[in-house]
C-alpha cells in the first residue's frame, strides 16, 4: 500500500464511522439554501467548539473556520467542505435511511463530504496529530454559497483572507468516482426586454418583448462557440407577459455561458454584449443583469502533483481509478489564482441535484480512509 495509515488512524476510522453517518443524517435535516447557511454553520461551529476545537469560528461569509496551528503569517492547507445545497427549502429537509442507502436532498452534495471535513479535523485534534512540517497551519473548512447563484461567495472569502498563504486546496464534494482538476468558468446573466406591448387585436403591430426575447434567444443559439475548449451555452429559464390578448411589455430570461478556458469564455461574453447591442439599435429597451461569474484556472497552474497524489488514494482504496475532468467547484477560486486544488469526495451514490438524491453506506468506509489519508499527508 503507497499510503498506508496508522493503525491509531485506522482504529478512530473504525469506531467514528457511525458518529459520520449519524452526523450526516442530523446536518443533512437542516435546511441551507445559498446565501442562507447560518443554521448549518452555527450546528457545526458549535459540534467543533465542544469537541474540543475552540478556535473555531464562522466568518462573515458563514464560512465555518476550524484553524490548528494557524499561525499569523504561516502558510496552510485547506480541506473544505460545502453547506449549502441546491434546494431552496427552509424547513427540515427529508432524510430517510433504508436499504443500505441515505436518502435525502443535498445528502451528497455536499452534506456526507462537508461531515468527514469535520471528522477529520476532530480526528487531528483528538489524536493529536502534528504538521509535517512544524511552519504549516492546518485549516479545516465547511463554506458557504458553493451552488448556484452562490456564486463561490465562501470560496472567495475564503481565499481573500489566506489566499496569499495557501499552498494548497482540497475540497470533498460529490462522488469519488472522479476527480475535478481544472475549473469551468461561466458568467450568468438576467436579461430583461421592455417594449411599449398592447392589446392583441387592436395594438397588433406594436412590439412585443416576448417576439424579440425569443429572436434574441435564437441569434444567441447561431453563435459558434470556439473549439479550442469546450465551450457551452444555455438558456435556463423564461418568464413574462400579461395575458393571451396581451402583446407584451416585459419579458425576461436568465443566460449563462461556460468554458474552461480563459479566451473562450471572453469570446462569448463579447458575442454576447454585441447581441445585446444589436438589438438595442432595434428599439428595444434590454436590462442586463450579471448574477455570477465564476473564473477559469489559471493556464500556468500545475495541478499534476495534487491530481496524481488523490488519484493514487482513491484508487487505493475505491479499487477503480477515479475519472479526472473540469468542474465548476469552490477549486475554481484558488486554480484562478494559481493556488493547486483538486475536488474529491467520500461516497458513491446517485441523483445529485435531485430530491431523491442518495448516498451509499457502505462506500463511506473507503470515503473517510480517502479523506484521513489526504489530511495524513499533511498531518501526522
Known sequence: MKYP???EILKYLADHQKEHLDLTIHIGKIPAPSHHEEKRAEFCCHYLQEHGLK?????EAKNVICPINVKKENPVIIFAGHLDVVFPDTTELPVEVKDGRVYGPGIVDDTVNAAAVMMM???VNEL???PV???MGLLFVMNSCEEGLGNLKGSRQLFQDFG????GFYTFDGFYDSINNDAVGSMRYEVEFVTEGGHSYVDFGNKSAIHYMAHFITTLCQIKVPQEKKTTYNVGLVEGGTSVNTIAQQAKMTYEFRSCGRDCLAFMKDAFEKTVEAYRAM????NVKLLGERPCSDPNVDVTEITQF????VEQYWGESPSVRAGSTDCNIPLSMGIPACCTAVCLGFGMHTRGEWLDIQSLEAGLKIAATIVNKYAK
Open 164 to 167: 496569499s498563504r495557501a499552498v
Open 121 to 123: 479535523a476532530r480526528m
Open 128 to 130: 493529536g496529530l502534528k
Open 283 to 286: 428599439g428595444i429597451t434590454i
Open 133 to 135: 512540517d512544524p511552519e
Open 55 to 59: 478556535d473555531t469560528y464562522i466568518d
Open 310 to 313: 488523490v488519484k493514487e488514494v
Open 5 to 7: 495509515l496508522s493503525d
